[in-house]
């Protein structure tokens, strides 16, 4: 079984089996008894035993001869939903439920949310993962957590890759400004794995972008981002393809060296608000906005809300600050 394998070659390193607890735990929450419970109570002695625990939960899911939240975060039970479930529904797969598995605890998580890559070479995302755990972007179960800040990835080492200043601001409580910072750290590694490899550099000279995209690491549109919310409130799972023309778009010139920092990313920190009358809706605009964007959309009506917002805020302080990168972003948006 492919996916069997691949989360049991995953967890052969300590450090991953590490990061993948917190998802783990988050779960399986429904399940208040054995392994899993002393999981909860002491996930650190629980490190060697993750890969077990996710065999338990796949008999356990195969026993139920349904899909659960343990599985799809989404899934909502036939006792609170009767009226969702028909005779007849397929039954999952040892398989797929492998790799669901997969999906979420190699995803980048913090918090309630994980955000990962399907449909592309498995190596490059296993090595993409690595990069930011090896650096330290990354908190593991048995760190201490500087200011009380989630398990998972950083998010000040990761905007300090990003971004001209280290003091940039964005939300951290938001999934697609989350969703967007991993894409955009993605497109870093992309850019220092090209310009590493000669051949590579060679090899953009004789074609296209989104063709080395795909020859070198199987990026192609139908390369999908999977964004999971497993907060308290509503789950939710988003799938956007067409990652291909995502990054051929709006980082072709960071990954061709021609900038020093992605302009979209400064462009996207700009439109935030982050002064306290604005910053609730500041951050619920840009949090739309930035969905409709991964899904390959610019809305007209929320950025002119954001811009709107901006020149509110703008009358009212002495310090007010514009719109960074503008015309990279405008040039790129169809005529």
Excluded at 222 to 245: D, E, F, H, N, P
Aim: proline fraction near 4%; aromatic fraction near 14%; hydrophobic fraction near 40%.
């Amino acid at each position: 079984m492919k996916w069997e394998s691949e989360l049991r070659r995953f967890f052969e390193k300590d450090y991953n089996r590490r990061y993948s607890l917190p998802v783990l735990i988050n779960l399986t929450k429904q399940y208040n008894y054995g392994p899993f419970r002393e999981l909860r109570k002491n996930p650190k002695g629980s490190t060697s035993e993750v890969f077990e625990l996710c065999q338990q939960l796949v008999r356990n899911e195969v026993a139920k001869e349904r899909y659960t939240a343990s599985i799809v975060p989404a899934a909502i039970s036939p006792e609170m939903a009767r009226n969702f479930y028909l005779s007849g529904e397929k039954t999952p797969s040892e398989e797929e439920i492998y790799e669901f598995l997969y999906l979420w605890l190699t995803g980048l998580h913090r918090g309630p949310f994980i955000v990962n890559l399907t449909g592309l070479q498995l190596k490059a995302m296993d090595d993409f993962r690595s990069r930011l755990i090896e650096e330290g972007h990354v908190i593991l179960v048995g760190e201490s957590r500087r200011g009380q800040e989630p398990f998972g990835i950083s998010w000040s080492k990761l905007t300090s890759t990003l971004f001209r200043t280290g003091k940039t601001i964005l939300p951290r409580a938001s999934e697609f400004v989350f969703a967007f910072l991993i894409l955009s750290y993605f497109a870093s590694w992309l850019r220092h794995n090209i310009n590493q490899d000669d051949e590579l550099v060679k090899l953009l000279r004789e074609m296209t972008l989104t063709d080395l995209l795909r020859k070198k690491f199987e990026i192609t549109d139908g390369t999908a981002l999977v964004i999971a919310i497993l907060g308290r409130q509503k789950k939710r799972i988003y799938y956007i393809s067409g990652m291909a023309s995502f990054f051929a778009k709006w980082y072709s010139q960071y990954l061709l060296g021609k900038e020093e920092y992605p302009s979209i990313c400064q462009f996207v920190s700009s439109l935030y608000v982050a002064d306290k009358p604005y910053r609730d809706l500041s951050e619920d605009l840009l949090n739309k906005f930035l969905y409709y964007f991964l899904s390959g959309r610019v809305s007209g009506e929320l950025l002119d809300k954001i811009l709107n917002l901006k020149v509110s805020h703008a009358e009212r302080t002495e310090r007010p600050f514009g719109v960074a990168a503008a015309t990279s972003f405008l040039t790129k948006l169809p005529s």
